[in-house]
């Protein structure tokens, strides 16, 4: 497991990268009130977030794809979780909610899910139709995002910085070779006219 808290509460698991774990990327045990924010997790062989009898929890911001089992699952006995403002994305199960009275919108947004099949007639970005959420707690999110609100980075790709330097010095040394050629030929051709 990437991230596993067990009987700990009031947390807050912040812009982490959570990838290619053998079991799961962030788990919670009997663990409240804590905040799972602005994470990356990608490519679980079993579930990107995974809650146990936790309750009152807030997952927001997270970037969840390419998990072999779920995104997100919530277990039975957890309650009053929310979650909101997510991205899952070709997970085998976007989300699995076996709990009770766990929000999946805020009342104005949702979260976006790759496999939404419904439309946006009015072109306000939410969906017109909710998202159903698999498990027995027959959970919806009423205000499914079209796009996704977050930059996807799957915590394996090239920093843009280290993209921008490797530019950089790769035109210096183009520009050093085309130039030291340009001396070369000039000088070559120098030598032929003194003959």
């Given amino acids: 497991i990437g ?5 700990s ?12 774990n053998d079991n799961i990327g962030i788990s919670l045990h009997n663990s409240d009130n804590s905040e799972i924010s602005g994470n990356t997790i990608n490519c ?6 995974w809650l146990y009898n936790s309750d009152y ?14 995104g997100v699952i919530i277990a039975f006995g957890c309650h ?13 199960i976007n989300a699995y909610d076996d709990g009770s009275n766990n929000r999946w919108d805020n009342g104005i947004k949702g979260n976006y ?5 419904g439309s946006d007639a009015d072109g306000d970005g939410i ?7 698999a498990g027995y707690a027959g959970s919806q999110d009423n205000f499914p995002l079209m796009k996704c609100p ?3 980075q799957d915590g394996g790709s090239i920093p843009i910085e280290l993209i921008i330097l490797i530019l950089v010095i790769s035109g210096g040394a183009i520009i050093g070779i085309a130039t030291l050629l340009k001396l070369y030929s000039d000088a070559k051709g120098k030598k032929r006219w003194r003959k």
């Fill in 127 to 133: 969906g017109d139709v909710p998202y159903n959420i």
């Fill in 57 to 70: 929890n807030t997952l927001s911001g997270n970037t969840i794809f390419n998990n072999s089992n779920t």
């Fill in 44 to 49: 679980n062989n079993y579930d990107g977030i």
């Fill in 150 to 152: 977050i930059s996807i």
């Fill in 3 to 7: 991230i596993f808290l067990d009987h």
């Fill in 9 to 20: 509460n009031y947390n807050t698991i912040l812009e982490n990268i959570a990838n290619n």
């Fill in 113 to 117: 899910w790759s496999d939404y099949t």
């Fill in 80 to 92: 009053d979780n929310n979650i909101t403002l997510n991205c899952f994305i070709n997970n085998s």
